[in-house]
């Protein structure tokens, strides 16, 4: 989760934090926060058995099992996984439409990788204990608070724990649920949970297009073959056109030359080469038009490497025998929440009522599937703090989660609404 900050635009709404401070003060409600502390010692086993459970991108399907079991242990209705394996549960009724509460069960981790899971009081170390064990105790905390304080709700939730959020998962699982027609219309907001913390409300979706672009030609002796296009020379014509690329600070869009590959040795004319470029912005036009940039560049590359080839060898003409290939290796869309939205309101009034300081930040998170479809989402953590995310020195301490898990019931429950 790639985050930037944002400029903080806090808009008061004094409606919605007269609600938030009635529902806080509901009896129900209070039973269900004080769950959180007398059930802490639930969320730490939950947390370490989960990620001693590997789930590499495409290999969620023990992990997801594991979950299915909790959301049924914790009353959670019509209790599923889908085809892709994500696992969805109920509290409060089927009629449409649903508050979601979302949290990724993959990791970053191949499979394979040594899951050292270990506790020293109130931290756990270990891959993924964090991200997203920290979201995924998180539901669960709030699944089991619900239940405990029996509250009926106007809305009901769908609790989500989706694969596929990471890297190469490249969003599926919540692309999967959005395209569903049980799901595409019927969740009215969703609120992600990734992991650990509570200063942060993810409420732009940072869009993603990653290319790896292959120039093929026909290769040669650099000596007795010269004049032969070059598919190096290509890729160098594409960078430097490609790069003078003008891009607008607001909205924030980037480009990069991650890797390039090609050629064998130094007196060989290399028969491809290629390249990975990664395209970000939150406007998907900007993307768009960066994406037609590259493409342009690489066309007009080609044609002048054949042009020079041509020139260098004019005795020997014969078709350049150039070809190129733009795979798009990564693709996640854009989009922002609008300013205006309820969504926005409540969380910043959850936020007043708990005297919790939390910024507005833009990154690429399960948020970027709903918000590119013009649906309320944001992306919140799971309380606690964490760091060292995908890396094998991945670190959670439960200090504070309470106040994280506090703000995450008041933000579903003011959104579902209580039934009385
Ligand atoms: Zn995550």
């Known amino acids: 989760m790639p985050v930037v900050r944002r400029a903080d635009a806090s808009g008061a709404d004094s409606t919605v934090h007269r609600e938030v401070a009635r529902l806080a003060e509901h009896p129900g409600v209070r039973r269900a926060a004080l769950q959180f502390r007398s059930q802490e010692f639930r969320h730490i086993q939950w947390q370490l058995e989960m990620a001693r459970i590997p789930a590499p991108p495409f290999g969620e399907n023990a992990r ?63 891959p993924g204990v964090s991200d997203n064990g920290a979201g995924v105790a998180a539901l669960l905390a709030v699944a089991a608070a619900l239940r405990a304080a029996d509250l009926s709700l ?81 890729l160098a014509r594409t960078i430097q056109g490609f790069t003078q690329t003008r891009v607008p600070t607001a909205p924030k869009t980037t480009f990069n030359i991650g890797v390039i590959r090609g050629g064998t040795s130094v007196n060989s004319i290399p028969e491809s080469a290629s390249m990975r470029v990664d395209i970000r912005s939150t406007s998907m036009a900007e993307m768009e038009r960066l994406e037609a940039s590259l493409r342009r560049e690489l066309d007009l590359a080609i044609a002048e490497e054949a042009r020079a080839s041509e020139q260098r060898n004019p005795t020997q003409r014969r078709s350049s025998g150039l070809s190129d290939e733009v795979v798009v290796i990564g693709s996640r869309p854009a989009g922002e929440l609008d300013p205006d939205a309820r ?56 200090n504070g989660r309470e106040l994280g898990l506090q703000r995450i019931l008041l933000t579903v429950l003011a959104l579902a609404g209580l039934a009385e």
């Open 64 to 126: 997801a099992e594991w979950l299915a079991k909790r959301f049924r242990e914790l009353g959670l209705e019509d209790v599923h996984t889908d085809e892709v394996g994500n696992v969805f549960g109920i509290r409060g009724g089927s009629a449409q439409p649903f508050v979601a509460l979302s949290a990724h069960i993959d990791t970053v981790f191949p499979a394979g990788t040594p899951l050292n899971i270990r506790q020293q009081g109130t931290r756990l170390f270990g």
């Open 154 to 234: 106007a809305a009901p939730i769908l609790f989500i724990g989706n694969v596929g959020e990471e890297g190469e998962g490249d969003l599926r699982g919540m692309r999967h649920i959005f395209a569903e027609p049980r799901w595409k219309n019927s969740i009215r907001q969703s609120l992600v949970l990734d992991g650990a913390g509570c200063d942060t409300i993810v409420a732009e979706a940072l869009g993603s297009r990653r290319f790896e672009v292959i120039v093929r030609g026909p290769g040669g002796h650099s000596w007795s073959d010269f004049g032969a296009p070059n598919p190096i020379v290509v």
């Open 343 to 398: 969504m926005l309101k409540v969380i910043r009034a959850v936020d007043a009522h708990l005297g919790n300081a939390a910024q507005i930040q833009r990154a690429s998170t399960d948020a970027n599937i709903p918000l590119s479809m013009g649906r309320e989402a944001i992306a919140i953590g799971g309380g606690g703090t964490g760091g060292g995310a995908h890396t094998l020195q991945e670190w959670f301490d439960s």
